[in-house]
T-cell receptor, first 107, second 118 residues
Framework: RKEVEQDPGPFNVPEGATVAFNCTYSNSASQSFFWYRQDCRKEPKLLMSVYSSGNEDGRFTAQLNRASQYISLLIRDSKLSDSATYLCVVNEGQFYFGTGTSLTVIP | GAVVSQHPSWVICKSGTSVKIECRSLDFQATTMFWYRQFPKQSLMLMATSNEGSKATYEQGVEKDKFLINHASLTLSTLTVTSAHPEDSSFYIC??????????????FGEGSRLTVL
């Protein structure tokens, strides 16, 4: 069983659309959660941490549901520049990465 | 923000040769760094944890004699792929955790090193 599971997509959405990604994790003792963005052939870059109360950063909203063991990322008003792979990362003492969800925003 | 720098970005080598990849923390000290490998369309897989001043901790299935890790200072860790073969071709990425200041334990990654073994 994988520690972190994500729908790999791809998600192809028009500009301006709202898109949501979910990620489930297997270890209920997981300590912290993050969303990273990875562009093709580049390193992952931190997009945002995910807090228990949920948090928002501009067009991006992250939520954590500990009871159901999933985290989500909502992107509103999608831009072409949002096209990337979004990685769900869970820290259980060691960091575990999802396979990533591919997003393409279409003009 | 914290910066982790990795070098070289790209390397092409002949089968049987060794390749060294450097990972530096530029504005903070990193007692621990992590080395990952990523194959196309796959997730990052942790290879080893590099510990300053002591031996690295390798993940199951990673050959420590093939992937030599040295963490001689608080700002530099190196990964040497010895006797590289085509199946070692991959994207190798280092990272470090940042605590204190604006950091709350997130991972920051180097730019990655794309290795192609002919």
């Amino acid at each position: 069983r994988k520690e972190v599971e994500q729908d790999p997509g791809p998600f192809n959405v028009p500009e301006g659309a709202t898109v949501a990604f979910n990620c489930t994790y297997s270890n209920s003792a997981s300590q912290s959660f993050f969303w990273y963005r990875q562009d093709c052939r580049k390193e992952p870059k931190l997009l945002m941490s995910v807090y228990s109360s949920g948090n928002e950063d501009g067009r991006f909203t992250a939520q954590l549901n500990r009871a159901s063991q999933y985290i989500s990322l909502l992107i509103r008003d999608s831009k072409l520049s949002d096209s990337a792979t979004y990685l769900c990362v869970v820290n259980e003492g060691q960091f575990y990465f999802g396979t990533g969800t591919s997003l393409t925003v279409i003009p | 923000g914290a910066v982790v720098s990795q070098h070289p970005s790209w390397v092409i080598c002949k089968s049987g040769t060794s390749v060294k990849i450097e990972c530096r923390s530029l504005d903070f000290q990193a007692t621990t760094m992590f080395w990952y490998r990523q194959f196309p369309k796959q997730s990052l897989m942790l290879m080893a944890t590099s510990n300053e001043g002591s031996k690295a901790t390798y993940e199951q299935g990673v050959e420590k004699d093939k992937f030599l890790i040295n963490h001689a200072s608080l700002t530099l860790s190196t990964l040497t792929v010895t006797s590289a073969h085509p199946e070692d071709s991959s994207f190798y990425i280092c990272s470090a955790r940042v605590f204190g200041g604006s950091g709350s334990g997130e991972l920051f990654f180097g730019e990655g090193s794309r290795l192609t073994v002919l």
